[in-house]
């Protein structure tokens, strides 16, 4: 009878992780007692073939890949239909590191017959999780272990420290005399023969650039038993599981306002913003790191070059990155939450500004920390930028384009990816016409002063005065705001009667005229102007992925609606900049000739003067009358 501690005998190991492999089961198993041949042929020799597919891709155009054999034979339906998604240059070491025995030993079940397997490299033994003291036999310096004692300890190595654990075994594997197989052909396929009896550890030493999930570390067993427990299998096929992975990229502006309790310092990041000439613009760069599975893929370069638009200046200082593990707290970068956050000084990265081109590289030293250490993180890149008060900056629905490119390379590349993003901010103006009701007045006599009615500021309405660079005569490019009225810009127009203010953001605006001409009436009342700034979504460019078409290779900028403007509620007219539509919300103030002071002219005079000659008239005749009286 046989005993159940030994009914099964474990004749073959393949890794569990359900990143590793496909569609071959953890532990191949057989009833000793039950095998055609009771015995391994030790004279023959067997082979291994492996069959590589991109299983992320082929999982995302929804083949189903659960239901192909896991029976470590051919399976030719699984080879038709992931044919497209075949992975070609892949490379596979193999190195035959313990041989196998059959232990008998007296149990209290009677005697107990099991398949152990024997290793002589104490290295070894502890880079695969193995412990020395734990051996189910020691004999002449070999350590014998079953292949669940084996599974379990490698399982939970790569589980605790899959990247440190997978680059230990790749190096022992190349520095004690392991051999590669041949690239994966363009099917995906690769193959050795002649492997002489004995169990061997396989890893994944060269993988594509888009491979990042590469192959954990797995044992194979020559020869071994089929699934069914009926017979030995001296040749065996293997579907290792690879999947693609990808860095993204995302850059973002933050909206001074549009005010959130979880955006950025209270203001949302957003594709788009509206800003005023001299404000200053909050970036942030995300881009998520793919996974970093072994030294085979690792980064050798990662660099963001950020391109402002002619408008804004870098402040080259401000640069700082920040270290995430959610995509929630990096979309907010809730600095609060990094898990690192390396400033300039630091020497992680250089920051390089030429013109209008600022370039952000990761260093060496940065690459050996993120590499082992950083894999599926987030990392954000923040800067800030000012925005120029001169003609550079760009009004109305063209924008202000900011582009970044990331460029990163793979230890298994010869050459250089990309991928794109952009952020837009916008600002407009306001052409300004001044009118006399009879053509006749000074406009250089008139003035006014602005006031920003809509500023949100910790999510409050606020007002502030603006506050500009008068740059010629009637023209002014706003610098800022203020709360003092003192401090307010007054703006007044050219001999012709223009204002223009450039440089202001989708708001609420009021304007208050407080001079004019001599002998001409002031407004009444302020006049209200809204602008509404341009809509558009703005989609990042992704990486391509196996087997099917990518319609975002490039950034897809879509503009949903263009920029409006409304004074006093009624809808306004926009007028282009240059080549820009949108850009200037059109007004006319017109002043009236006040009403006259009462009349005190030439004829009020005349009057007067002939009522004083008669009284002058009636003094002389009187006195003259009483003079020849007093004579008489």
């Known amino acids: 009878m046989k005993s159940n501690k030994f009914t099964k005998i474990v004749t073959s190991i393949a890794l569990a992780a359900s990143m590793t492999m496909t569609m071959v089961p953890a532990v191949s198993a057989a009833d000793y007692g039950t095998a055609t041949y009771d015995t391994i042929d030790m004279s023959k020799t067997g082979s291994l073939t492996v069959h590589k597919y991109d299983i992320t891709a082929a999982t995302k155009a929804g083949v189903d890949t659960s239901v192909y054999n896991d029976d470590w034979k051919s399976d030719t339906k699984a080879e038709t239909d992931l044919q497209k998604y075949s992975i070609p240059g892949v490379v596979f070491s193999y190195l035959k590191v313990a041989d196998i025995y059959t232990e008998s030993k007296t149990t209290a079940n009677g005697i107990g017959v099991r398949v152990l397997y024997g290793f002589n490299d104490t290295n070894l033994i502890g880079d695969l999780g193995l412990d ?34 997978k680059n230990t075994l790749e190096d022992y594997i190349k520095a004690n005399g392991g051999k590669d197989m041949t690239e994966t052909s363009s099917t995906g396929v690769t193959s050795v023969d002649k492997l002489p009896v004995g169990l061997y550890m396989v890893v994944e030493t060269y993988v594509p650039e888009d491979v990042t999930y590469t192959t954990d570390p797995f044992m194979v067993s020559i020869p071994s038993t089929t699934v069914d427990g009926q017979d030995w299998m001296y040749d065996i096929n293997v579907y290792p599981k690879n999947q693609t992975d990808y ?52 980064f050798t370069k990662y660099t963001f070059a950020d391109t402002l638009a002619k408008g804004l200046t870098y402040n080259k200082d401000s640069v700082t990155l920040y270290w995430y593990d959610s995509k929630a707290d990096a979309d907010i970068n809730d600095t609060a939450k990094a898990v690192a956050t390396w400033t300039q000084d630091k020497n992680k990265f250089t920051v390089t500004v030429q013109d209008n081109k600022m370039t952000v590289a990761i260093t060496e030293d940065g690459l050996s920390e993120i590499n082992p ?17 001169t003609d550079d900056l760009v009004l109305g629905d063209n924008g202000n384009a900011n582009d970044v490119v990331l460029t990163y390379a793979r230890t298994n590349t010869t050459y250089e990816d990309v991928l794109k993003d952009e952020a837009v901010v916008y600002s407009y103006g306001i052409d300004l016409t001044k009118t006399f009701s009879d053509n006749n007045g000074d406009a250089t006599k008139v003035q006014f002063v602005a006031k920003n009615t809509s500023r949100q500021t910790d999510g ?11 740059v010629s005569d009637g023209q002014y490019h706003v610098t800022g705001e203020t709360t003092n009225a003192d401090d307010a810009t007054v703006f007044s127009p050219d001999n012709n009667g223009k204002i223009n203010v450039y ?13 004019t001409d001599k002998g001409y009436t002031l407004l009444k009342d302020d006049i209200k102007v809204d602008i509404k700034k ?6 990042a460019s992704v990486a391509s992925v196996r087997g099917q078409a990518n319609p975002n290779a490039n950034v897809i900028y879509t503009k949903n609606a263009s920029a409006s403007a409304k004074v006093d509620a009624l809808n306004a007219t926009m007028d282009s900049k240059v080549d820009s539509t949108n850009a200037l919300v059109k007004l006319s103030v017109e002043n009236n000739k006040s009403f006259p002071i009462p009349p005190t002219g030439v004829m009020g005079t005349f009057v007067i003067t002939l009522a004083g000659f008669a009284m002058m008239a009636v003094g002389l005749t009187y006195g003259k009358g009483k003079k020849k009286k007093e004579e008489a």
Do not use: C, F, M, W
């Open 534 to 539: 341009t809509d558009a979504t703005i989609t």
């Open 460 to 470: 409050q309405t606020a007002t502030y005065y603006l506050v500009a660079n008068k």
């Open 132 to 165: 020395i003291a734990s051996a189910e036999l020691t004999k002449n310096s070999t350590y014998y272990y079953t292949s669940t004692e084996i599974n379990d300890a490698l399982k939970d190595k790569l589980e605790n420290s899959n990247t440190a654990t």
């Open 503 to 515: 440089g202001l953001e989708e708001n609420s605006y009021s304007l208050t005229e407080i001079a």
């Open 247 to 298: 860095p993204t990229l995302d850059k973002k502006v933050a909206d001074d306002d549009d005010y959130s309790s979880e955006g950025n310092n209270g203001h949302a990041l957003k594709d788009t913003a509206s800003v005023s000439e001299g404000d200053i613009a909050d970036y942030r760069i995300t881009s998520k790191l793919p996974a970093i599975i072994s030294k085979a893929s690792y």
């Open 373 to 389: 250490n950083y894999a599926g993180k987030y990392v954000v890149v923040s800067y800030s930028a000012n925005v120029k008060s």
